[in-house]
Nanobody, 123 residues
Framework: QVQLVESGGGLVQAGGSLKLSCAAS????????MAWFRQVPGKERQFVAA???????AYRDSVQGRFTISRDNAKNTVYLQMNSLKPEDTAGYYC?????????????????WGQGTQVTVSS
């Protein structure tokens, strides 16, 4: 079983930055892909970014150029550096993991999820 624990959320002004972390424990390996999703109440959880074990990345269009996903395989940790934050980035951010080397953007592709961390961007 895999456990994912997120940290780093908080309140920031528009234009500011935050860095989220997600530590994985349990059964992890070199075929894993890790991702970040976000969700606001009443809306579907949406894909934000993903990274494979070898470092290939994918982003949703609205965060491209502002957010950077990275990972430290030795620490089984994935990061999301968020710059130039906008009020519309406000959401609960969730870490996810899939036992596959391929990136997908659908929630159904990820078997393991963290509890989430709240990011609030004030205008």
């Amino acid at each position: 079983q895999v456990q994912l624990v997120e940290s780093g959320g908080g309140l920031v002004q528009a234009g500011g930055s935050l860095k989220l972390s997600c530590a994985a424990s349990g059964r992890t390996g070199s075929t894993d892909t890790m991702a970040w999703f976000r969700q606001v109440p009443g809306k579907e959880r949406q894909f934000v970014a993903a990274i494979t074990w070898t470092g290939s990345t994918a982003y949703r269009d609205s965060v491209q150029g502002r957010f950077t996903i990275s990972r430290d395989n030795a620490k089984n940790t994935v990061y999301l550096q968020m710059n130039s934050l906008k009020p519309e980035d406000t959401a609960g951010y969730y870490c996810a993991l899939r036992i596959s080397a391929n990136v997908v953007s659908e929630m159904s592709g990820y078997a393991y999820w963290g509890q989430g961390t709240q990011v609030t961007v004030s205008s």
